[in-house]
């Protein structure tokens, strides 16, 4: 079966802008949650869909928005770029949502200058 | 405020000892906790789920825990080089959607 995947896989963008990334998840699942994660604070929840509906947001600004589609491919959007957006975004796909395992993609690498 | 407490490390230990992870945690309502391995540029992957009481073994993988407690470790056996890593705790939130995890620690298996 193939993994998570992300894409772009790695991104460079400037102050003010907007930029979208993208994630499969593993055939079948039906939960997808995205995280950030930097060095200083570690693996952050963003926020998570299951069946094209966000059941819980993270603590982090209205820049951040995703999606879900009906085929599970989830989408992350974020607008207003900060340097301090610069993280790797991460998105993990479970079967059911909730609290079974979660697998994680590759990740995004997102550099704001 | 859900929090997991890990050391950060770095932990050391000679190849073939016994690594000793551990982790806390603040919400006693958490049902579900699991242990990622996540090497150096890549990202976390799973290593071991737990969900109750007890021990949890898998090949040289020992997830325990205590839910009176709030603990969960991660035991290593017969450490090699390639589990040269950060390890990071993780647990659900009370709804279920949503993994908090630790900062990590991280394990050094020297030759």
């Known amino acids: 079966k193939a993994g998570v995947t992300q894409t772009p896989r790695y991104l460079i963008k400037t102050r003010g802008q907007q930029v979208t990334l993208s994630c499969s998840p593993i055939?079948?699942?039906?939960?997808v949650s995205w995280y950030q994660q930097t060095p200083g604070q570690g693996l952050q929840f963003l926020f998570e869909?299951?069946?094209?509906?966000?059941?819980n947001k993270g603590n982090f600004p209205g820049r951040f928005s995703g999606r879900q589609f009906s085929n599970s491919r989830s989408e992350m959007n974020v607008s207003t770029l900060e340097l301090g957006d610069s993280a790797l975004y991460l998105c993990?796909?479970?079967?059911?949502?909730?609290?079974?395992?979660?697998?994680f993609g590759p990740g995004t690498r997102l550099t704001v200058t | 405020q859900k929090e997991v407490e890990q050391n950060s490390g770095p932990l050391s230990v000679p190849e073939g000892a016994i690594a000793s992870l551990n982790c806390t945690y603040s919400?006693?309502?958490?049902?579900?906790f699991f242990w990622y391995r996540q090497y150096s540029g890549k990202s976390p992957e799973l290593i071991m789920s737990?969900?109750?009481?007890g021990d949890k073994e898998d090949g040289r993988f020992t997830a325990q825990l205590n839910k009176a407690s709030q603990y969960v470790s991660l035991l290593i056996r017969d450490s090699q080089p390639s589990d040269s890593a950060t390890y990071l705790c993780?647990?659900?939130?009370?709804?279920?959607?949503?993994?908090?995890f630790g900062k990590g620690t991280t394990l050094s298996v020297s030759s």
């Open positions: 993990a796909s479970s079967l059911a949502g909730g609290p079974s395992e979660q697998y």
């Open positions: 055939s079948g699942h039906r939960s």
């Open positions: 869909y299951f069946s094209e509906t966000q059941r």
């Open positions: 919400d006693r309502v958490s049902q579900s």
């Open positions: 737990i969900y109750s009481n």
């Open positions: 993780a647990f659900d939130n009370q709804a279920g959607t949503a993994l908090i």
